[in-house]
């Protein structure tokens, strides 16, 4: 066998879990394996500017690609620095290692130099956090860290590796485990055959059904199932911000997305539905709206991994804990199988009943002669790109008005930040997409407010030539506080609006960029053009759009699904 | 409603913090709180009181059972159990309060395990009833010290919480 240091024990740990791409940045407690890393080169390292674009680089690349991201940082605040990162993907429940170095076992407890308690910091916001206290045992560690990121329901690991445990003078017997061993973590590999037989007979004879599916589709790769079973039954569907291309948007059975911000006929199609199936998807406050109001003539079966998030917010009838694919695929079995059809009749009512929503209000939204509306950028970006690209975004009204406006037709491409929320998510996060998809149009839509939270990330673009194309909707304000105190608080602006804009042009070329200013709306097109066709080029694209615009539809605080603005006067 | 929840946890440095962590991290209660090893060294019984709604209690068993190093846990509450609590008092003892306090001891079965010419000490076992019903039987204004362990549990009978 092998002996090797502990740092090259990590870093070959890497090489046999079969990682390309690293993302960090470097530090004192980190130097021994920021060594180690210099000695091979099967494993590539980013060089971020700041840590918590790291971690979002490292999010970008596994929600795009469904495998776990990881991340390298140093003690202190190179560790605290990603917590923002991390905390992203725990709300998401992204597939992410984050090895973290530590002031040497002998200094902890301390206060020594850099000395932070990672393992009791980032506590609430990992799924499960390790710390090295032999270098032996660092490749079973690593090795359970991506076992336990990556199964059951995905989240964040934290490996905290003090210094010693890599020093380079002592050497270990290397062997990276094949197989990992937990007794107290045991993730549902089935659903419950008689649970799922129980959903089946009550799915085929609903009156009124709809499907509601969620990010845990995604996660879950079952998108394919999903679409089968949709098709199968012929039942409405729609999905949740996370769960957008879980499901081809460009179908006829799919009613758009629900909740605060989602269209007319999926809030009214739940709200008046007799039978739930929620997929992958956890009854979130932005879904549900008032939970005691929530869809009065509903039963609710409910297929998720975490039995946790079963019950939680909304009571369900039929629990089905279980992998999404596999219980997806018994469900269309037993349907195929079933001698009852759906109700043929009752369904074509229900259909006729949401094809009238879906033309009352259609997310139409007021154009204007002059001034470019942030709903049109985006429907021509998605024409412009065949509604092909990968897109993240960052939080606001642009995040919204990009996932209401960018037709996906495909799981894994809107990328964005929904349970936490995270300003400065969406351009590293591009640029974790864009290093692992080369070939593909990655777009991070953004706002003014948003991009300056880690703008100093176009330098990293330069560095590793990453030509994703941003495009800043800037209304010149944080949009959607501004809503909100529009709607809430008799448009009292506190603070929401953004003096001293930098001039972004002059910021994209001074990092090695190209600007594009579009302030015209007859500019828009030929512009966008023009930008798209510059394929090795990072281009940063200034957008100034209309300042006044809202989100709409929006659900009305504390009411039911079915209470919404449609537009600034009209109220249902 | 008050619950009791025994957990076996893996005995390693860190997995405490997560279980008190989540009490608060969820806004749970905790009333009390009782853990160590077990015969199995690697393994610790941590013993849980807490109150709160049906969905809650549903919540906190589930949150629990996903940490990953709690190996196993039971509701006792959900059957029937015994719950035994340790207390040390320590009484003022002066004249005929000593004898006074001799007999309310016999009575709770309790034992007077150390004796100054001022102080008894007083040992007493039994579930937090007959603990509160001791104090309130002695009155307050002689109780100068009382120290709990907590509630730990065990399920009556054939049934056992283990690997
Ligand atoms: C890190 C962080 N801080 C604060 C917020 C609260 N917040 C939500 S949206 C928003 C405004 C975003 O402004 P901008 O990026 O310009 O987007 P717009 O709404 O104008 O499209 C703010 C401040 C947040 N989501 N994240
Ligand atoms: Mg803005």
Same mark, same amino acid.
Request: net charge negative.
């Given at each position: 066998?092998?002996?090797?240091?502990?740092?090259?024990?990590?870093?070959?740990?890497?090489?046999?879990?079969?990682?390309?791409?690293?993302?960090?940045?470097?530090?004192?407690?980190?130097?021994?394996?920021?060594?180690?890393?210099?000695?091979?080169?099967?494993?590539?390292?980013?060089?971020?500017?700041?840590?918590?674009?790291? @971690?979002?680089?490292?999010?970008?690349?596994?929600?795009?690609?469904?495998?776990?991201?990881?991340?390298?940082?140093?003690?202190?605040?190179?560790?605290?620095?990603?917590?923002?990162?991390?905390?992203?993907?725990?709300?998401?429940?992204?597939?992410?290692?984050?090895?973290?170095?530590?002031?040497? %076992?002998?200094?902890?407890?301390?206060?020594?130099?850099?000395?932070?308690?990672?393992?009791?910091?980032?506590?609430?916001?990992?799924?499960?956090?390790?710390? @090295?206290?032999?270098?032996?045992?660092?490749?079973?560690?690593?090795?359970?860290?991506?076992?336990?990121?990556?199964?059951?329901?995905?989240?964040?690991?934290?490996?905290?590796?003090?210094?010693?445990?890599?020093?380079?003078?002592?050497? $270990?017997?290397?062997?990276?485990?094949?197989?990992?061993?937990?007794?107290?973590?045991?993730?549902?590999?089935?659903?419950?055959?008689?649970?799922?037989?129980?959903? @089946?007979?009550?799915?085929?004879?609903?009156?009124?059904?709809?499907?509601?599916?969620?990010?845990?589709?995604?996660?879950?790769?079952?998108?394919?199932?999903?679409?089968?079973?949709?098709?199968?039954?012929?039942?409405?569907?729609?999905?949740?911000?996370?769960?957008?291309?879980?499901?081809?948007?460009?179908?006829?059975? &799919?009613?758009?997305?629900?909740?605060?911000?989602?269209?007319?006929?999926?809030?009214?199609?739940?709200?008046?539905?007799?039978?739930?199936?929620?997929?992958?998807?956890? $009854?979130?406050?932005?879904?549900?709206?008032?939970?005691?109001?929530?869809?009065?003539?509903?039963?609710?079966?409910?297929?998720?991994?975490?039995?946790?998030?079963?019950?939680?917010?909304?009571?369900?009838?039929?629990?089905?804990?279980?992998?999404?694919?596999?219980?997806?695929?018994?469900?269309?079995?037993?349907?195929?199988?079933?001698?009852?059809?759906?109700?043929?009749?009752?369904?074509?009512?229900?259909?006729?009943?949401?094809?009238?929503?879906?033309?009352?209000?259609?997310?139409?939204?007021?154009?204007?002669?002059?001034?470019?509306?942030?709903?049109?950028?985006?429907?021509?970006?998605?024409?412009?790109?065949?509604?092909?690209?990968?897109?993240?975004?960052?939080?606001?009204?642009?995040?919204?008005?990009?996932?209401?406006?960018?037709?996906?037709?495909?799981?894994?491409?809107?990328?964005?930040?929904?349970?936490?929320?995270?300003?400065?998510?969406?351009?590293?996060?591009?640029?974790?997409?864009?290093?692992?998809?080369?070939?593909?149009?990655?777009?991070?839509?953004?706002?003014?407010?948003?991009?300056?939270?880690?703008?100093?990330?176009? %330098?990293?673009?330069?560095?590793?030539?990453?030509?994703?194309?941003?495009?800043?909707?800037?209304?010149?304000?944080?949009?959607?506080?501004?809503?909100?105190?529009?709607?809430?608080?008799?448009?009292? &602006? =506190?603070?929401?609006?953004?003096?001293?804009?930098?001039?972004?042009?002059?910021?994209?070329?001074?990092?090695? &960029?190209?600007?594009?200013?579009?302030?015209?709306?007859?500019?828009?097109?030929?512009?966008?053009?023009?930008?798209?066709?510059?394929?090795?080029?990072?281009?940063?694209?200034?957008?100034?759009?209309?300042? $006044?615009?809202?989100?709409?539809?929006?659900?009305?605080?504390?009411?039911?699904?079915?209470?919404?603005?449609?537009?600034?006067?009209?109220?249902? | 409603?008050?619950?009791?929840?025994?957990?076996?946890?893996?005995?390693?440095?860190?997995?405490? %913090?997560?279980? @008190?962590?989540?009490?608060?991290?969820?806004?749970?209660?905790?009333?009390?709180?009782?853990?160590?090893?077990?015969?199995?060294?690697?393994?610790?019984?941590?013993?849980?009181?807490?109150?709160?709604?049906?969905?809650?209690?549903?919540?906190?068993?589930?949150?629990?059972?996903?940490?990953?190093?709690?190996?196993?846990?039971?509701?006792?509450?959900?059957?029937? &159990?015994?719950?035994?609590?340790?207390?040390?008092?320590?009484?003022?003892?002066?004249?005929?309060?000593?004898?006074?306090?001799?007999?309310?001891?016999?009575?709770?079965?309790?034992?007077?395990?150390?004796? /100054?010419? =001022?102080?008894?000490?007083?040992?007493?076992?039994?579930? =937090?009833?007959?603990?509160?019903? $001791?104090?309130?039987?002695?009155? /307050? %204004?002689?109780?100068?010290?009382?120290?709990?362990?907590?509630?730990?549990?065990?399920?009556?009978?054939?049934?056992?919480?283990?690997?």
């Amino acid at each position: 066998m092998e002996l090797l240091s502990g740092a090259d024990m990590l870093i070959r740990s890497l090489q046999d879990e079969g990682i390309e791409y690293i993302y960090g940045y470097p530090g004192g407690a980190a130097l021994h394996i920021y060594d180690a890393l210099f000695r091979q080169d099967k494993v590539k390292h980013i060089l971020v500017r700041h840590e918590q674009a790291a @971690v979002h680089m490292a999010d970008g690349y596994a929600r795009a690609s469904g495998q776990p991201g990881t991340v390298l940082v140093t003690s202190g605040p190179g560790a605290t620095n990603t917590i923002t990162g991390i905390a992203t993907a725990f709300m998401d429940s992204i597939p992410m290692v984050v090895l973290c170095g530590q002031v040497a %076992s002998t200094l902890i407890g301390e206060d020594a130099f850099q000395e932070t308690d990672m393992i009791g910091v980032s506590r609430p916001v990992v799924k499960h956090n390790l710390s @090295v206290r032999h270098p032996s045992e660092i490749p079973e560690i690593i090795r359970k860290a991506y076992y336990i990121a990556s199964t059951g329901r995905p989240g964040p690991v934290v490996v905290d590796i003090p210094k010693d445990m890599t020093a380079p003078n002592e050497r $270990f017997e290397y062997a990276y485990p094949k197989k990992v061993k937990l007794r107290s973590y045991n993730p549902a590999i089935r659903g419950h055959a008689g649970q799922i037989k129980k959903a @089946v007979d009550m799915m085929l004879a609903a009156r009124r059904p709809i499907i509601y599916a969620g990010g845990g589709v995604i996660l879950g790769k079952a998108s394919g199932q999903l679409t089968e079973l949709v098709r199968k039954l012929g039942f409405p569907v729609t999905n949740t911000l996370m769960g957008i291309g879980c499901y081809p948007a460009s179908d006829k059975q &799919h009613l758009g997305w629900l909740g605060m911000h989602g269209t007319y006929e999926a809030n009214m199609a739940m709200h008046h539905s007799d039978l739930i199936l929620a997929v992958g998807a956890r $009854f979130d406050d932005r879904v549900t709206n008032a939970t005691e109001k929530f869809c009065p003539g509903a039963r609710i079966i409910h297929i998720d991994i975490d039995p946790a998030s079963i019950s939680k917010t909304i009571d369900a009838d039929v629990p089905i804990v279980g992998p999404v694919d596999a219980v997806l695929k018994e469900m269309l079995a037993l349907v195929k199988e079933s001698k009852e059809k759906p109700d043929a009749e009752a369904l074509s009512s229900w259909w006729k009943q949401i094809d009238e929503w879906r033309a009352f209000h259609g997310m139409r939204y007021e154009t204007s002669p002059d001034v470019i509306k942030p709903q049109e950028v985006v429907e021509m970006l998605c024409r412009l790109t065949n509604g092909d690209a990968f897109v993240t975004s960052d939080v606001g009204q642009h995040q919204m008005f990009a996932a209401q406006y960018y037709k996906f037709d495909k799981p894994n491409r809107w990328i964005n930040s929904g349970g936490l929320g995270t300003m400065g998510f969406g351009l590293p996060a591009a640029m974790g997409v864009k290093l692992n998809y080369p070939d593909d149009e990655v777009l991070c839509i953004t706002g003014e407010g948003s991009i300056q939270m880690n703008i100093q990330e176009l %330098s990293t673009c330069n560095q590793y030539n990453l030509p994703v194309k941003i495009i800043n909707l800037n209304n010149q304000s944080l949009g959607m506080v501004r809503q909100w105190q529009d709607m809430n608080y008799e448009s009292r &602006h =506190s603070h929401s609006y953004m003096e001293s804009l930098p001039d972004f042009i002059k910021l994209a070329e001074a990092y090695g &960029h190209v600007g594009v200013r579009i302030d015209r709306k007859e500019d828009l097109e030929p512009k966008l053009k023009e930008v798209l066709a510059m394929k090795d080029k990072l281009v940063f694209v200034d957008i100034q759009v209309d300042r $006044f615009e809202h989100v709409y539809p929006m659900q009305v605080a504390r009411g039911c699904m079915k209470d919404m603005w449609l537009s600034k006067t009209e109220r249902v | 409603m008050r619950r009791i929840i025994s957990v076996l946890l893996e005995n390693e440095p860190g997995a405490l %913090s997560r279980v @008190v962590g989540l009490f608060s991290q969820r806004n749970y209660n905790i009333e009390t709180l009782t853990v160590a090893p077990t015969e199995d060294e690697t393994l610790s019984r941590l013993t849980v009181t807490t109150s709160g709604s049906d969905r809650v209690i549903e919540q906190i068993t589930k949150q629990l059972n996903k940490l990953v190093e709690v190996v196993k846990l039971v509701d006792l509450t959900e059957g029937p &159990h015994i719950e035994r609590e340790l207390m040390l008092v320590k009484l003022k003892a002066t004249g005929s309060q000593r004898a006074e306090i001799k007999r309310t001891v016999d009575i709770f079965r309790g034992q007077i395990v150390d004796v /100054t010419s =001022s102080v008894y000490t007083v040992q007493l076992a039994g579930d =937090s009833d007959k603990l509160d019903g $001791f104090i309130q039987a002695i009155g /307050t %204004s002689g109780v100068l010290e009382v120290v709990r362990s907590g509630v730990s549990g065990i399920a009556r009978g054939e049934k056992v919480l283990s690997l």
